[in-house]
Structure formats: structure tokens, C-alpha cells
């Protein structure tokens, strides 16, 4: 029972901290810039998009870029962009024509989320690429600081 005690407040001291740090990380998320109005970022700039309580805040190189009042978002849009990998599969073809051709057959999916914004005479959109591994958490994230509903661009029909 002696060593019990001290065992439990090792594990929890260590433990609680490591909780505390994870639940801000669910707040962060890792994005490429594909353009919009935000000045002096150019496509294919890494970024970070925080979500706050009340706002979204976009990050570059540890300077923040753009705050967005969570009320003043009009839309939100995902959409993705599926092309097929051809040009690994041509360098894996040249060393094994085995895996080349199976490399020809399998896809690759980009996942981009666009926000458009009213601020009083402020407006802007941005869109970005989010990682696949995270796009659905930041769609619920956004969708839950905003109240907006993200629109699905992949499933509008156009008509000319």
C-alpha cells in the first residue's frame, strides 16, 4: 500500500499534462493555402488554422495572417480532388513492372475546405488543403464555431 500511493501520483502527474497539451492540439490544424483574399500568402504556403471559441485564427511561419470572427462566416465548402498517381507508378514500373501497374490503379484524394467571411465592409474567402487526416475534424469544428453547414462543391450541380 506504500508504494501504491506515490505510484498513482507519478502516473497522474504525468498523465494530466499530457491530456491537457493533447486537447489543444484537437484546436490546430495543419493547412496549405490555395488561395483567396488573404495578402502576401501565396498557394501552396503551409499554415496553421486555429479554432477558437469565437473566431478562426490563420497562422504562417508563427505570425498570424488572419483572424475571423466565427459570426461573420457566410459559407463553408469542401470538396476534393481525386487524380490517379501516374507518375509514381512510372518510376515504380522502370525498377518492377509489378508494382508499377498496381500503383497505376490507386488514387490520391486532396481534401479542400473553402470559408467566405462578411466582417461590416470587410469580406474575403480563403480556400486551402487540409490533410486527410484531419479534414473531418476541422468541417466539424468549423461547422460548430460558426453554425454553418459546409456545402459539399462536389455535389452541386451546374447548369449552363
Do not use: C
Request: charged fraction near 25%.
Amino acid at each position: 500500500m506504500r508504494l501504491f500511493k506515490p505510484a498513482v501520483a507519478i502516473l497522474l502527474s504525468l498523465t494530466v499534462p499530457m491530456l491537457v497539451f493533447g486537447a489543444e492540439r484537437g484546436n490546430v490544424y495543419n493547412i496549405k493555402y490555395d488561395g483567396g483574399s488573404l495578402p502576401d500568402a501565396k498557394a501552396g504556403n503551409d499554415m496553421k488554422l486555429f479554432l477558437d471559441a469565437d473566431k478562426i485564427r490563420i497562422t504562417r511561419d508563427k505570425q498570424e495572417v488572419a483572424t475571423i470572427p466565427a459570426a461573420a462566416v457566410t459559407e463553408l465548402s469542401y470538396g476534393q480532388d481525386v487524380h490517379r498517381r501516374v507518375g509514381t507508378a512510372i518510376g515504380l514500373a522502370v525498377v518492377s513492372l509489378g508494382i508499377g501497374a498496381l500503383m497505376a490503379l490507386s488514387k490520391s484524394k486532396k481534401h479542400f475546405v473553402g470559408i467566405t467571411w462578411a466582417d461590416g465592409d470587410k469580406k474575403g474567402g480563403i480556400a486551402f488543403q487540409a490533410d486527410k487526416n484531419d479534414y473531418r475534424g476541422l468541417l466539424a469544428g468549423l461547422e460548430g464555431i460558426t453554425g454553418k453547414k459546409a456545402v459539399d462543391s462536389d455535389a452541386l450541380n451546374v447548369k449552363n
